[in-house]
């Protein structure tokens, strides 16, 4: 039993093939492609869904022309092979989803199942050229983790002034006057994202009035503190200033 007429499954392809096409460039014009793959790989991604939609567009004039020829669209002697549209069906189906879908960026949530809890530096994130004339004031907060990850003494980092962006998280391992300052960073996807962070100690109170996941610009010097019998390089901060979210959220 065919899952759809024969006539009707040829269609069915020009409209899972235009469906992508058109779902790849909504992503882009819509400005949610930073959320889904590197910024590097966008330029391949708009030329895939161009030429999707050039391939709909192509496939579709043939069909129409045999359409109008009165030619059939399968020959008879094939038809056992043919493809019963599930395939079709199934990719049309999830680029509606996408469309309706709307992406968002990982927050708290993810960076907790991700480890961003179990410490300050993730072996994730690859060592770089040290480089210590850089003013520490210009460096983001990924900069930060490779710098202290070629070179993990705290005190070299003493009275270094920072600033940096980030969503905020509440981590256990952490007493209540600090909060952590986390980013994602991407690779290729959002499929292989994880997260980075820094230690915040806060001036006054405690982080129960810094909400979780809220975006922060964090401005302060690098101090030296033990937490949990662990010397850490801690941002002391003089100013956490609340800020929206960026259109590219990940660090890369």
């Known amino acids: 039993m065919k899952f759809l007429p024969q006539p009707i499954t040829p269609w069915l392809d020009v409209a899972a093939i235009a469906a992508w096409g058109f779902l790849l460039l909504h992503y882009w014009l819509g400005g949610k492609?930073?959320?889904?793959?590197?910024?590097?790989?966008?330029?391949?991604?708009?030329?895939?869904?161009?030429?999707?939609?050039?391939?709909?567009?192509?496939?579709?004039?043939?069909?129409?022309k045999r359409r109008r020829s009165a030619k059939p669209v399968y020959d008879a002697q094939h038809l056992a092979v043919l493809p019963k549209g599930w395939g079709s069906a199934l990719m049309l189906i999830m680029a509606i989803a996408g469309l309706l879908i709307t992406p968002r960026a990982f927050a708290?949530?993810?960076?907790?199942?991700?480890?961003?809890?179990?410490?300050?530096?993730l072996t994730q994130v690859r060592p770089q050229a040290f480089r210590g004339m850089v003013n520490p004031e210009s460096r983001s907060l990924i900069d930060w983790i490779r710098t202290l990850q070629v070179y993990p003494e705290p005190d070299a980092y003493q009275g270094q002034k920072v600033k940096v962006q980030g969503f905020a998280m509440h981590p256990g391992t952490l007493p209540g006057q600090y909060l952590s300052i986390t980013r994602f960073v991407i690779t290729c996807c959002a499929a292989d994202v994880y997260p980075v962070h820094l230690p915040v100690k806060l001036m006054t109170g405690d982080r129960a009035s810094y909400p979780v996941d809220q975006w922060f610009e964090v401005e302060g010097q690098m101090i030296t503190?033990?937490?949990?019998?662990?010397r850490q390089a801690v941002v002391q901060a003089n100013s956490l200033k609340p800020i929206a979210q960026p259109q590219n959220p990940y660090a890369s």
């Open 108 to 121: 708290s949530a993810t960076a907790v199942q991700r480890g961003a809890g179990e410490g300050i530096i």
């Open 225 to 230: 503190e033990t937490i949990e019998g662990r």
């Open 33 to 64: 492609l930073n959320l889904l793959i590197h910024p590097n790989y966008n330029g391949l991604t708009i030329s895939a869904g161009a030429a999707l939609l050039l391939i709909a567009l192509l496939k579709g004039y043939q069909l129409w």
